[in-house]
């Protein structure tokens, strides 16, 4: 089992940046792949970004290629989302996902536990 808590989502101006963080807690974080994966209104969710345990191997969808950037610090068990240069389609509410069974996770069916999501909006 393990608990995820994502913050830093909010209201940013299309081109602008902002940092989301996953604080994981129940559990070895080194044990899990984790992910990011976001959901706007009326669509499916969408995985986004993946690392492996070890945070050596990160994998992307096309659309934030060159743009995002995940990151996990295993000392504090938390999982980032940098994410530069946003366009109003990167609104959504994004989730933060664990899976215990894989190194790697890219997609969103792969993922076991998930937090409670945290807003994005990106205004044109």
């Known amino acids: 089992q393990v608990r995820l808590v994502e913050s830093g989502g909010g209201l940013v101006q299309a081109g602008g940046s902002l940092r989301l963080s996953c604080a994981a807690s129940g559990s070895a974080f080194t044990a899990f792949a984790m992910g990011w994966s976001r959901q706007a209104p009326g669509k499916e969710r969408e995985f986004v970004a993946a690392i492996s345990r070890s945070g050596s191997t990160t994998y992307y969808v096309d659309s934030v290629k060159g743009r995002f950037t995940i990151s996990r610090d295993n000392a504090l068990g938390t999982v980032y989302l940098q994410m530069n240069s946003l366009k109003p389609e990167d609104t959504a509410v994004y989730y933060c996902?664990?899976?215990?069974?894989?190194?790697?996770?890219?997609?969103?069916?792969?993922?076991?536990?998930w937090g409670q999501g945290t807003l994005v909006t990106v205004s044109s």
């Open positions: 996902a664990a899976d215990r069974d894989r190194v790697l996770a890219t997609n969103v069916n792969n993922y076991d536990y």
